[in-house]
């Protein structure tokens, strides 16, 4: 059971490794807002001209004058004990803030990596399949064309024609009760995954040619086993490694262009939130939502590590050997 | 009726100048060991994978293949199942490359008997523990276990073996079956085969460039050459007297198993691409018997020299000379 072992002790290398990547990227997140230009102070007395005093007393008291490094630490001490510190501009606490804007990305992101993983994986999959077809073609076509259109002109497209001309979907908002949201939901997880749905479909349908071309697979043919099951348990299983990645990589990138397409639709989320803030100098919120996006990819690339050795066995042996 | 049989097989494949097979004729009897022998591209794989209805795309066939009763060209894709799944298996020549190498060995067993004879996990993982120990393997539970790289060559050449008998064949195709493992592994391979050919009274055809392989494992041998079979002979016959020239030359270019070794004479030139096609005896450019406007005009047909089959015009005449 010694493999047993050693996949344990690299799982905690893995784990150790996360935890030290997110305190480096908490320490940079941290930095470059404390580098950006603009004076949090000035943005708190907006619309109020106060006398040098009260601007120095309230830099006294919200800490702006101590040494970065006491910053960086008192700040730190507050994100591990969960208290990201609190809103300028919504007087309230960092998380409470974030809490209740996350539910709504998590769906748009949730909705989206779905989208993603049955339509992407299965084009890619027809396309390897249907090789040298019109089919095979069509998805081509459609590989390059979804590749070339940013989330934002996919936004203005799907309102225009889904939303506004035929009416289908709601344009603006996010809907109440979980079917309305999941309505509102529709178009803006369109126009946040047809990049990414492009590129699953060219890594699914590179990664099965490249299997179906494998010899074990004409071998399974050879033997009798239905092509279907050949093409499951043979060529789409052996295609799963780059596919995983590259769907770690991108569900994690997706929390990014929130930002954008939360917007497009007028949609109250944590990328909609993130540009707010960015706008306003709410510096608190702007290092917890980038803490919360490095995170996010941290973690979902440790669980693809973790995940790749159930689907390549080879690379258990190469870890156990490390 | 022999239990495999090819009557004038004929592959053409586009694009190229001469046919990959042209007119073979072969068979092999329920219980026999038979060779085909021949260099890389001389289309012995192609022969064999066409037992399992394997054919290269695009091509072109004439002729017919028929494995126990069952004509596979032109059969439709039922009558392929059904020789693939009971009739005839293929032991292919690299285990590595055959054997899905993220799937278990205990998978690459039962796949087929639970997929395609729908048998539980319990019958089918008893079978594949009994197949694993009829191929010598040491440790058959474990093995079921065990992912394809956790085995040396010559374990999993064994495995392949097991999986080509799950599904009881009347006929085990061979494809080089030996030719990536090491020296002393090829032996116990073959001789894993040997045995288990004559306990289950299988057909066996071995397709191998080593004409000594051939000879030790099997009772006859074809030699074939540019796509043709251009000798026949019971193996004992075929490396006592040579008749045909290309016989005679892949004799004397290995080297003797028995007394001193000698000075080899390797064939001169290169087999014959596929892009290249001569008018006459593919092997006359290569021939030290060759005679001008009589080998370069027209084939050679494969016809009854003694007890054999030999094609080559010569194959009356100045062959008698022929030694090793």
């Known amino acids: 059971m010694t493999s047993v072992r050693a996949a344990a002790r690299s799982a905690l290398c893995r784990l150790l490794g996360m935890a030290v990547t997110l305190l480096v990227t908490s320490f940079l997140v941290f930095s470059s807002l404390y580098l950006a230009p603009g004076d949090p102070a000035a943005f708190l007395v907006r619309g109020r001209s106060p006398s040098p005093d009260e601007l120095a007393a309230i830099r006294q008291q919200y800490g702006f004058n101590d040494p970065f490094p ?25 998380a409470s803030v ?15 990596t779905l989208m993603i993983a049955v339509v992407g994986v299965g084009a890619g ?12 073609s069509a998805v081509l076509l459609m590989v390059t064309v979804g590749a070339a259109v940013p989330s934002f002109v996919a936004a203005i497209v799907l309102r225009s024609v889904l939303g506004v001309k035929l009416g289908w979907f709601p344009t603006i908002g996010n809907g109440t009760g979980f079917v309305d949201q999941l309505h509102h939901v529709v178009l803006p997880a369109i126009a946040l995954s047809v990049t990414f749905m492009a590129l699953v479909t060219r890594v699914t349908r590179s990664a099965m040619l490249d299997e179906l071309r494998r010899e074990h697979v004409e071998v399974a043919l050879s033997r009798g086993m239905p092509r279907g099951a050949v093409i499951r348990r043979h060529v789409l299983r052996n295609a799963l490694g780059p596919i995983v990645t590259v769907c770690g990589l991108l569900v994690s990138g997706m929390l990014v262009s929130t930002a954008i397409v939360e917007t497009a639709f007028g949609m109250s989320g944590v990328g909609s939130l993130l540009v707010q803030c960015v706008d306003e100098l709410d510096f608190q919120v702007v290092q917890a939502i980038v803490l919360l996006v490095v995170a996010a990819f941290v973690v979902v690339n440790t669980a693809v590590d973790l995940v790749y050795p159930l689907i390549d066995p080879r690379v258990r042996a190469a870890g156990g050997a490390r | 009726m022999p239990l495999l049989s090819y009557e004038d097989l004929s592959v053409l494949l586009p694009g190229m100048a001469r046919p990959v097979l042209d007119g073979v004729s072969l068979s092999v009897a329920a219980g026999e060991a038979v060779a085909l022998v021949g260099e890389s591209g001389s289309g012995k794989s192609v022969t064999a994978r066409a037992a399992l209805g394997l054919l290269p795309p695009g091509a072109t066939t004439a002729g017919q293949v028929t494995v126990d009763g069952c004509a596979l060209i032109g059969a439709d894709p039922a009558t392929v199942r059904a020789v693939r799944t009971g009739k005839a298996s293929m032991i292919f020549q690299d285990p590595r490359a055959a054997i899905n190498p993220v799937r278990r060995i205990g998978d690459f067993l039962t796949e087929a008997l639970r997929l395609v004879d729908g048998r539980g996990r319990a019958e089918a993982e008893a079978r594949a523990l009994d197949l694993l120990a009829a191929v010598g393997l040491p440790d058959p539970p474990r093995h079921l276990r065990q992912y394809p790289h956790q085995l040396s060559g010559g374990m999993l050449q064994r495995v392949m073996i097991a999986g080509a008998l799950t599904a009881d064949p009347r006929l085990l195709l061979c494809d080089e079956p030996t030719t990536a493992l090491d020296v002393t592994t090829q032996a116990e391979i073959m001789a894993v085969l040997r045995a288990l050919q004559q306990d289950r009274g299988l057909g066996l055809l071995l397709i191998t460039h080593d004409l000594d392989l051939a000879a030790a494992g099997c009772d006859r041998i074809y030699v074939m050459y540019a796509g043709r079979i251009v000798e026949t002979a019971t193996a004992a016959e075929l490396l006592a007297t040579p008749r045909h020239p290309y016989t005679a030359g892949l004799l004397g270019s290995s080297p003797p198993l028995h007394g001193a ?17 001569a008018p006459g005896c593919a092997f006359a450019a290569r021939c030290r018997f060759a005679r001008p406007g009589l080998c370069d005009q027209s084939p050679p047909e494969l016809a009854p020299v003694g007890e054999r089959l030999v094609a080559c015009h010569l194959a009356d005449s100045i062959l008698s000379e022929v030694d090793r």
Do not use: C, K, N
């Open chain 1, 70 to 94: 006491v910053r960086y630490w008192h700040w730190l001490d507050g994100v591990l004990h969960g208290d990201f510190g609190r809103s300028y501009l919504f007087h309230q606490s960092v």
């Open chain 1, 98 to 112: 974030l809490w209740s804007r996350l539910p709504a990305t998590l769906l748009l992101v949730g909705v989206s």
């Open chain 1, 125 to 136: 999959i027809v396309g390897a399949l249907r090789r040298g077809t019109r089919t095979g």
């Open chain 2, 261 to 277: 070794p000698e000075r080899l004479t390797p064939i001169p030139g290169v087999p014959m691409g596929l892009l290249e096609s």
